[in-house]
């Protein structure tokens, strides 16, 4: 075979290096669109759901207002750091309460409740 065939198949194979290049970043493009507009639906979807939703009873301290007591001071057990490497990430845990002294999140708007006062009066 003369040498310049050679030169003549790197650059096909490199050609076609290139081609199937393309074509994989064109599916992947259009993968991700479609990708993306399933996730705005979803996105759109769950926003209904919340809008129609009453709010979820969650404090600021992440728990939920069934772990406060009457007073608001959460109860929920949760992992304190007590050591931190130089990065200031926690390297040690021990088992401890939340801190929280007072439930924030909303009141749950009870529709039973609600009922119940319609049906009375
Ligand atoms: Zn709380
Ligand atoms: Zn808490």
Do not use: I
Not at 72 to 94: I, Q, S
Request: charge should be neutral; aromatic fraction near 10%.
């Amino acid at each position: 075979m003369a040498w310049y065939w050679w030169v003549l198949v790197v650059f096909w194979m490199g050609g076609f290096g290139w081609a199937a290049d393309n074509v994989r970043t064109a599916l992947r493009n259009r993968h991700d669109r479609k990708v993306q507009l399933l996730e705005v639906a979803k996105q759109e979807r769950l926003a209904v759901e919340a809008a129609q939703r009453p709010p979820e009873p969650v404090c600021g301290c992440t728990h939920h207002l069934a772990k406060h007591d009457k007073q608001g001071r959460c109860h929920e057990r949760v992992e304190v750091p007590t050591a931190w490497d130089e990065n200031r990430k926690p390297l040690r845990y021990e088992a401890g309460e939340c801190n929280c002294q007072q439930y924030v999140g909303p009141q749950p708007l009870s529709q039973v409740f609600a009922e119940e006062l319609t049906d009375r009066a």
